[in-house]
């Protein structure tokens, strides 16, 4: 085996204002104290609105917390005239480790290609910060029964022409589309069927290495209640959570599940 850090990251997605995100953090911080949260066990990462940033990177620096944060998006220009856009180095110089890139709410209202992902991954990973990169197929794509493939086909069109070194140090999320929000969760062996599948796929593209490497997350309706048997599951590196990372408590317990 190899010794991969689980990782539990809560994406916030498009919730929370400022001073929620700061009582958020407190409490995050305060629940994972009472449970005596070994971070070197699970790495624990919040990922809020661009405009919470500065508030939590306020709370994590006078508090000297583990608990790190990152973003949902990021361009893929340095700077210039794109109205509306963050770029890379505004989010190193607010403390930001991790950025989530091509995440299937980008893909959908935002029309994300797959170039357009590994494009944002490659500026992420360059200005020094780990890209997350999701991948997932629709409902359709599911009932089909082409999942594995569709899943494979984004990740290598979105890596091409990417070194082992590099695709090393990025971290994968599978997110299923019609397990987002909904409830339904994939059962255990569905998450562990592609993310197996993934990181085989990653073993024949950069070798063993890389593909030991790789943390691979699921996401899609996690909650406290299928964290334990989701993380039981040999190819299953963490989870990228949204609704039950909007809670202290929760999120605090989904970090705690292997104790
Ligand atoms: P939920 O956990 O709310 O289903 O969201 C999953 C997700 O999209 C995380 O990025």
New binding site residues.
């Given amino acids: 085996m190899t010794n991969r850090v689980p990782l539990m990251?809560g994406?916030w997605?498009m919730n929370l204002d400022h001073l929620e995100a700061n009582h958020l953090v407190q409490g995050l911080a305060m629940a994972l104290q009472d449970d005596n949260h070994d971070y070197t066990a699970c790495e624990v990462l919040v990922l809020p609105p661009f405009t919470d940033i500065r508030t939590v990177q306020t709370i994590v620096d006078a508090d000297d917390l583990d608990i790190k944060y990152g973003a949902q998006d990021v361009s893929v220009h340095d700077n210039g005239a794109y109205t509306g856009e963050v770029s890379a180095s505004m989010l190193t110089k607010l403390g930001c480790t991790y950025v989530?890139v091509g995440?299937?709410?980008r893909r959908e209202y935002h029309g994300e290609s797959d170039a357009l992902v590994g494009a944002k991954a490659r500026k992420t990973l360059d200005t020094g910060m780990i890209p997350i990169m999701?991948c997932g197929e629709a409902l359709e794509v599911r009932r089909a029964g082409t999942h594995v493939e569709f899943v494979l086909g984004q990740i290598r069109a979105a890596l091409k022409g990417w070194s082992a070194g590099d695709v090393a140090r990025i971290v994968i999320?599978y997110?299923p589309i019609w397990?987002?929000?909904?409830?339904e969760t994939a059962t255990a062996a569905d998450a562990q069927e592609v993310c197996s599948a993934i990181r085989e796929a990653l073993r024949i593209d950069y070798g063993d290495t890389t593909a030991d490497a790789v943390r691979i997350l699921y996401?899609?309706?996690?909650?406290p209640g299928n964290i334990k048997e989701l993380m039981a599951q040999a190819d299953v590196d963490g989870a990228?959570?949204?609704?039950?990372?909007l809670k202290a408590d929760s999120f605090a317990a989904m970090a705690n599940f292997y104790a």
């Fill in positions: 990251a994406n997605k989530v995440h299937s709410e999701c999320a997110e397990a987002i929000g909904t409830g996401g899609g309706s996690a909650k990228l959570v949204g609704g039950a990372s």
